[in-house]
């Protein structure tokens, strides 16, 4: 997402560590290149200017003239800066004591909104809540349907009963009670644009449900399209907050940078796909740490432990102490930890080489899918046994696997070699022994 933006601001930091002192002169040069940078992806001019404000004013000041590493001190202050730009401190997104608790969500046509009602009802539920589903969009011919197709999918329960938008929602607060739903989630409609008579049933729906949150979803993609739109609604109906979606999009991230500077109002979730699992909570710390190529650990580790089967991961680890680990194994983390998504966006929440290109990102484009596919069809073209001992498997069953799995002998060969690697390697640094070179992922050869 803020790849572009990324790379830029690194270039300049690199600069900026590779001087000793600095001069002040040089800080005003490296921040009016930050200001290009952040311009250039999209961020709204007042709220690029306001933070670079505050960062210069820190930079002059003894924290970054006085320290040994002034270079370093600025790459902190714009991180600090940074992440009170994006909203400060993390809000949680709580529901308040009424029973049921009403979310009206809002938003421009094709924004995510349906989508976002979807994935926050599998987040409720999630945690222990019950949800409803309310489709009061009735403009758009099929959201109904997507809304039933979606509610279907997460086992969350959808009504839509009534021909006016303002009946379907109070009919839902009903229905609601009668099926002892604790939250309700109403979905708008939307416009194409942001327009009076999209605000007057918005407002109405509004009064009529008194709702705990009205969130708007809001498309990254769209840039400062977004940032207009979320200003306009907060105006209206007064937003409570903003899902931002579409943030796995290679857009420029303008919106997400600026859209709570501007409204004063949080960002609670990211949308981070189109499946209705694809829901992240906004922190501004680790969203500021991924837009300055620092990485998101803290996120990866949660999606890990909220996606990957604990047991089975745990198993693996002693198996791997214990060198029983076996192909059968391999292929079941595999699965698991491709449950969290693509590698590529997996690798791009570690952190990067200070002041260097990240590294990570140039990793997550050397491992391939395609690779991961062909090492799990390989795996399952051998029979249970030859992937508990790959040692018993012979040239022409290696012929006979590449054959069944689509791929070539020497894929076959590749990754039995690359799994024998591995796991000698483990062994070597289980013994605490050092082991030369990089650890090399058992997925076969590169074709
Ligand atoms: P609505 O018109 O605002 O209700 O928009 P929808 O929920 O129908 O979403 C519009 C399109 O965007 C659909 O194709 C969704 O699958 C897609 N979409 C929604 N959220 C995300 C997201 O976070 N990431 C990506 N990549 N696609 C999304």
Do not use: W
């Not at 210069?56 to 320290?67: P, Q």
């Not at 799990?376 to 001992?389: F, G, W």
């Not at 799994?419 to 605490?432: E, V």
């Amino acid at each position: 997402m803020f790849d572009t933006l990324t790379d830029n601001l690194n270039s300049v930091f690199k600069k900026l560590r590779s001087r000793g002192k600095l001069h002040p002169k040089q800080i005003d040069n490296a921040l009016g290149e930050i200001r290009t940078a952040l311009l250039d992806a999209d961020v709204a001019v007042e709220v690029a200017d306001d933070l670079l404000s505050r960062v210069r004013t820190r930079a002059l000041g003894e924290e970054v003239m006085k320290s040994v590493t002034p270079g370093q001190q600025i790459v902190k202050v714009v991180d600090e800066e940074l992440t009170v730009t994006l909203g400060g401190q993390h809000k949680p997104f709580t529901l308040g004591s009424a029973a049921p608790a009403v979310i009206m969500m809002a938003g421009v046509q094709g924004s995510g909104k349906t989508t976002a009602c979807a994935k926050l009802a599998k987040t409720l539920k999630g945690k222990g809540k019950r949800p409803l589903l309310v489709a009061a969009d009735l403009e758009r011919p099929a959201a109904i349907e997507q809304l039933r197709t979606l509610g279907r999918e997460i086992g969350v329960p959808v009504v839509s009963d009534g021909k006016d938008p303002v009946k379907v929602a109070k009919n839902a607060l009903k229905e609601a009670e009668r099926q002892n739903a604790d939250v309700v989630i109403i979905d708008t409609a939307g416009r194409l644009h942001v327009d009076a008579e999209m605000m007057k049933q918005a407002r109405k729906i509004k009064e009529a449900t008194t709702p705990h949150h009205v969130l708007m979803a809001c498309d990254a993609m769209t840039g400062q399209d977004a940032v207009v739109q979320a200003r306009e609604f907060m105006r209206e109906v007064d937003t409570t907050g903003f899902i931002l979606t579409k943030l796995d999009g290679d857009a420029r991230g303008g919106a997400a940078l600026s859209i709570t500077a501007v409204t004063g109002r949080p960002v609670y979730f990211v949308g981070t796909g189109e499946k209705p699992e694809d829901l992240e909570p906004f922190y501004p710390d680790r969203m500021a740490g991924r837009i300055l190529g620092m990485g998101d650990v803290l996120t990866l580790v949660e999606k890990a432990q909220e996606t990957m089967d604990q047991d089975s991961a745990r198993a693996a680890a002693e198996k791997l102490m214990k060198n029983q680990f076996t192909l059968e194994d391999f292929l079941g983390q595999l699965r698991e930890m491709r449950k969290m998504g693509p590698i590529g966006d997996l690798l791009k929440m570690l952190p990067g080489v200070p002041g260097g290109k990240n590294a990570m990102k140039e990793l997550a484009g050397a491992i391939d899918e395609g690779e991961l596919n062909r090492a799990e069809a390989i795996i399952l073209s051998m029979t249970r046994e030859e992937r508990r001992n790959p040692g018993i498997i012979s040239g022409s069953r290696r012929l006979r696997i590449a054959n069944g799995s689509g791929a070539t002998t020497a894929d076959v060969n590749g990754l039995l070699k690359d799994f024998d690697g591995a796991r000698k390697m483990m062994r070597t640094m289980m013994g605490g022994k050092r082991m030369p070179g990089m650890m090399k992922m058992p997925t076969g050869p590169k074709r």
